[in-house]
């Protein structure tokens, strides 16, 4: 699967570099969705803490797919767990290296390190929707993550299952290119998940956030 270079040098970037929004997917029907830059450019707080709970104890390190600028991969390495990050968007990862975090500039579809040997991989932040194809970003987890690990997913907090095209939308108005892009709430994401051979290990939500654990089926 090809993913686009959308986020690599575009509004987002921009926005990562700096640590300062305000930030916006724009859909292709003029719908504006807003993207909480400044909180993933913050530390880790909140429902994050949920999420960094779940990856204490594990017999393996995590992957952050996605990392964005890098605020959960610290913040596992600060509770000792290893962590990797993985993101297309070289500001991103600077940042997340910045942080002192170990990441790649990659696709997450590209080949990484110990596929199939991760303790956990995380899709925070909106992540199941990169590439608009989360039948095959599931699939993906699934390669990823050990016999018995987890792929802890954030959902919509509520029940929608869509995909559609956008554009990252900066302050001044600048758009950056198209690429396609899914949202999907917990119901959509299990029935997603099962067919991508996983099963719900838990669900949960923090904050207004909702998460669900996936295991191997």
Do not use: Q
């Not at 719908?31 to 594990?58: K, V």
């Not at 600077?94 to 110990?114: E, I, M, N, Q, Y």
């Not at 997603?192 to 051979?197: L, Q, V």
């Amino acid at each position: 699967m090809t993913v686009t270079t959308a986020w690599v040098d575009d509004p987002f970037a921009e926005a990562v570099r700096t640590g300062r929004g305000p930030l916006w997917l724009r859909r292709d029907d003029g719908l504006r969705l807003r993207l909480d830059i400044e909180r993933w450019c913050a530390p880790a707080s909140g429902a994050d803490h949920s999420l960094l709970r779940r990856c204490t104890g594990l017999p393996a390190p995590v992957l952050d797919l996605g990392c964005g600028p890098g605020r959960l991969v610290a913040a596992l390495l600060a509770l000792g767990v290893p962590a990797l990050g993985v993101d297309v968007t070289r500001a991103a990862v600077a940042r997340t290296v910045g942080l002192g975090g170990p990441a790649l500039c990659r696709s997450l579809f590209d080949r990484l390190p110990a596929e199939g040997r991760w303790g956990a991989a995380l899709l925070a932040d909106g992540n199941l929707g990169i590439g608009g194809d989360p039948d095959a970003l599931l699939r993906r987890g699934a390669e990823l993550i050990a016999p018995d690990g987890l792929l802890l997913v954030e959902v919509e907090p509520r029940d929608v299952d869509e995909r559609t095209v956008v554009r990252v939308e900066g302050p001044d108005g600048r758009l950056g290119p198209t690429f396609p892009w899914a949202r999907l709430g917990t119901d959509a994401a299990l029935r997603r998940a099962r067919a991508a051979g996983l099963a719900e290990a838990e669900r949960w939500t923090s904050c207004g956030r909702r998460f669900l654990a996936l295991c191997k089926g």
